[in-house]
């Protein structure tokens, strides 16, 4: 069914791709080009109305807006890091809700850390999400809304966005296939498949179905190298091993010819000793991919602590030297609780 047919009067329009709004406009004796402009809209020039839209007819604009609004999520918090010049975004959904994002500027780049859930349900022990648990999924237009928003704070044009906020991206999935793919539409957002990342625990069969509905790029929350230590602080590994995930990723890697990048939090004690480094090697050599170890940002509270910088450096040589490409990642944000794991909203 197409999605038109189900759109309640009023729905945010960002909800519709381009082929269902250019059906919608069709059905209602609108040009169909009205949908390119829209988008044009929408997505490059990130208007909040369709009054503004000033290339559009007049009757279609009015058209439009007895059916729809043109949704924006109200920015209610930012929050500035002194350290790396980094700004968190407490975003204000319809229900009165709230979702975090990380605006994170880089040598050449910009990023923004983007969330899919209102909490989540994967229990990771590392991340203050969990402590939420689910409270819903969001919409494609609350995802893209995040995006959209932080742009309109922001001078310079955001390049990268790192799916890798509050929620477990693929346990959202239809939403976030839908978000992504409007992102690097041509017509739409326009950012590069390589320009961005959507993270996951390790649900594996969406793994797979990942690597078939988009070319953007995967990365696995790995944080532990065998069964047991994975199973300590990342329950999801009950319903997926860990060699059922690596399986789907060595798949993921065969369809879009994107390499995984293996996101691995340095816990103190938990996943940092010599027999870490040796497991973590033989998984890498699995298949094509990277590897960041992101030492563990703690919070009020949490069970765990941030490895000695010489353990740290340990492991990287280790990788280093049997000729993997591996980058330690100090998360920005740490001062405004907007690091990673740091996410959480009351």
């Known amino acids: 069914m197409l999605l038109w047919l189900w759109v309640c009067p009023m729905d945010d329009i960002l909800e ?3 082929i269902d709004l250019e059906t919608w406009c069709l059905a209602r004796g609108l040009k169909k080009f009205t949908a390119t402009q829209v988008f044009q809209w929408l997505y490059q020039k990130k208007v909040t109305s369709f009054a503004e839209m000033t290339n559009v007819a007049k009757q279609a604009r009015a058209v439009l807006s007895e059916h729809f609004i043109v949704g924006h999520l109200e920015i209610t918090e930012r929050y500035h890091s002194t350290q790396d010049g980094s700004t968190k975004f407490l975003m204000k959904l319809v229900d009165g809700r709230t979702v975090e994002s990380v605006l994170m500027p880089q040598k ?3 990023t ?3 969330s899919s859930q209102v909490g989540c349900a994967m229990g990771c022990t590392f991340c203050k999400t969990a402590e939420m648990k689910l409270v819903r999924n969001l919409t494609t237009a609350e995802i893209l809304g995040q995006l ?9 044009r955001i390049s990268n966005v790192v799916m890798m906020g509050m929620g477990e991206p693929l346990h959202n999935y239809e939403a976030v296939i839908q978000a992504v793919n409007r992102m690097t539409d041509p017509k739409a957002l326009q950012m590069s498949n390589r320009k961005v990342t959507v993270s ?3 649900l594996a069969p969406e793994i797979e179905r990942f690597g078939l509905d988009t070319r953007v790029k995967l990365a696995l929350s790995l944080n532990a190298t065998h069964e047991a230590g994975r199973l300590e602080v990342m329950p999801v590994t009950r319903k997926y091993p860990l060699d059922e995930v690596l399986a789907a990723c060595k798949k993921y890697t065969t369809l879009t010819k994107h390499r995984v990048t293996l996101e691995y939090v ?8 010599p027999e870490d480094h040796k497991r973590l090697a033989r998984i890498a050599s699995v298949f094509p991919c990277k590897i960041n170890l992101i030492p563990y940002n703690p919070f009020p509270g949490s069970p765990y602590q941030r490895p000695a910088e010489s353990s740290i450096m340990d492991f990287h040589k280790y990788l280093a030297d049997r000729h993997f490409q591996v980058n330690i990642r100090y998360s920005k944000g740490l001062d405004i609780m907007g690091a990673c794991g740091q996410l959480a909203t009351r």
Do not use: P
């Open 108 to 110: 050449g780049r910009l």
């Open 148 to 156: 959209i928003g932080a742009q309109r704070e922001s001078e310079q």
């Open 266 to 273: 340095m816990m103190a004690g938990v996943n940092d000793t």
């Open 112 to 114: 923004l850390c983007v």
């Open 200 to 202: 996951t625990v390790g």
């Open 16 to 18: 519709l791709g381009l």
